[in-house]
């Protein structure tokens, strides 16, 4: 399974051919939130309906700058992975929408019980081969938390979720400038970079291959 991961859109719609030809040849794309940039439903269907021309496969999350009617629109359009599991063929996808407490006052954040609670919907089963978690939210204290400053701000609930389940991958954004990659225990953590310059392409066959562009 080919998927094309992607984070902090904020509101572009031009994106370059090469971005065009890896999104046309993807099975599957995930989106791991900031469709807009302070936005609302119109804004978030502009978005969407740019990635659909391209490829209509989509699941994704609300990011800490998406207003509620984001997730609506995510909703209603079947692509909604905020607090929910999907499965395809043997993958099973899950999502955590929104953020952790900022200074900020954005528009979709969230105590850390309530993020604890997102992640209550989230459970194994025996015939699921892998398991892919989508959070906007960085886990806390990894390579991609960490701001300008040095201090790293991601998620406890999130780390805590990942440290218990250890899913194959977590896809991630929200600190744009804390791109890459890194491990809790067994599991991938990736955070593509801000969409449409950076994204990512992940292979998952017998083993899951991952390239940063």
């Known amino acids: 399974m080919k998927l094309i991961a992607l984070t902090d859109i ?25 469709i807009t940039n302070f936005g609302g439903r119109d804004d978030a269907d502009k978005v969407i309906d740019r990635l659909a ?11 800490n700058c998406d207003r509620p009617g984001v997730e609506d629109i995510l909703v209603m359009r079947s692509m909604n992975l905020h607090a929910t599991m999907r499965r395809v063929r043997d993958v099973t996808f899950f999502g955590i929408g929104g953020c952790n407490k900022t200074p900020f006052r954005t528009p979709k954040e969230y105590s850390e019980k309530e993020l ?20 906007h939210a960085p886990p806390y204290k990894t390579k991609l938390d960490r701001v ?17 389940f250890q899913p194959d991958i977590v896809l991630c954004g929200h600190i744009h400038e804390a791109r890459g990659f890194d491990y809790i225990g067994k599991t991938l953590i990736i955070n593509p970079g801000p969409f449409p310059k950076h994204y990512a392409i992940i292979e998952i066959n017998d083993v899951i291959e991952y390239q940063l562009l």
């Open 10 to 34: 904020h509101g572009r719609l031009d994106y370059p051919e090469e971005t065009v030809t890896h999104l046309r040849q993807a099975d599957l794309v995930l989106v791991a939130g900031d």
């Open 53 to 63: 021309a391209w490829n209509d496969k989509i699941y994704a999350i609300p990011g």
């Open 116 to 135: 604890r609670e997102f992640t209550e919907h989230f459970s194994k089963s025996t015939d699921v081969r892998h398991y892919v978690v989508v959070s």
């Open 148 to 164: 300008f400053f040095g201090f790293h701000v991601g998620s406890k609930a999130v780390r805590n979720f990942v440290q218990a």
